[in-house]
T-cell receptor, first 112, second 114 residues
Framework: AQSVTQLDSHVSVSEGTPVLLRCNYS??????LFWYVQHPNKGLQLLLK??????LVKGINGFEAEFKKSETSFHLTKPSAHMSDAAEYFC??????????FGTGTRLKVLA | DTGVSQNPRHKITKRGQNVTFRCDPI?????LYWYRQTLGQGPEFLTY????????KSRLLSDRFSAERPKGSFSTLEIQRTEQGDSAMYLC????????????FGPGTRLTVL
């Protein structure tokens, strides 16, 4: 069975400071892991994906994530937050090529 | 725009009525997925098609729900005898069949059952 736990439902950061959104996963198989972002009234957009290649994955808009098998984690980071980063972020696990399992989401607030 | 499209974007209905939603995937994608997202939760998998074949259905998909993809292109999701608990955002996604192909999501259809 697979599952995803997003450890924080809300995160607030000041503009220009680092962002850390935490995700732990459970999977019986070698997983694929994704981070998606959802802005209000917009569809889910892929930020980045891990598919058993490099453990440090770079995505769009300056985001990156590191796959740590020993810690079963896939945390999302960004060195410097921008106001436009305010949104809901979802960590996703998939053990095959279909059927995503989503976390409950982390709402990121960026303070001016 | 060649992304995934969904219609309608919003639907308000009375309890007991039937509703149907449509999803048009990215044209070259042969996999299509339906998810449901309730307030404060992440999307939950409902069902999945490869071409016109429905290959998996979640236990969330009660017998009041039916999904079709008759020609392997667009898909419809019908809910019969709607209940207030059906109120949610219904998301459609599509992907190719290569390994690790990510899913591309539509904007969703928000259903409100009064």
């Amino acid at each position: 069975a697979q599952s995803v736990t997003q450890l924080d439902s809300h995160v607030s950061v000041s503009e220009g400071t680092p962002v850390l959104l935490r995700c732990n996963y459970s999977s019986s198989y070698s997983p694929s892991l994704f981070w998606y972002v959802q802005h209000p009234n917009k569809g889910l957009q892929l930020l980045l994906k891990y598919t058993s290649a490099a453990t440090l994955v770079k995505g769009i808009n300056g985001f990156e994530a590191e796959f740590k098998k020993s810690e079963t984690s896939f945390h999302l980071t960004k060195p410097s937050a921008h106001m436009s980063d305010a949104a809901e972020y979802f960590c996703v696990v998939s053990s095959g090529t279909y059927k995503y399992i989503f976390g409950t989401g982390t709402r990121l607030k960026v303070l001016a | 725009d060649t992304g995934v499209s969904q219609n309608p974007r919003h639907k308000i209905t009375k309890r007991g009525q039937n509703v149907t939603f449509r999803c048009d995937p990215i044209s070259e994608h042969n996999r299509l997925y339906w998810y449901r997202q309730t307030l404060g939760q992440g999307p939950e998998f409902l069902t999945y098609f490869q071409n016109e074949a429905q290959l998996e259905k979640s236990r969330l998909l009660s017998d009041r729900f039916s999904a079709e993809r008759p020609k392997g292109s667009f898909s419809t999701l019908e809910i019969q005898r709607t209940e207030q608990g059906d109120s949610a955002m219904y998301l459609c996604a599509s992907s190719g069949t290569g390994a690790y192909n990510e899913q591309f999501f539509g904007p969703g259809t928000r259903l409100t059952v009064l």
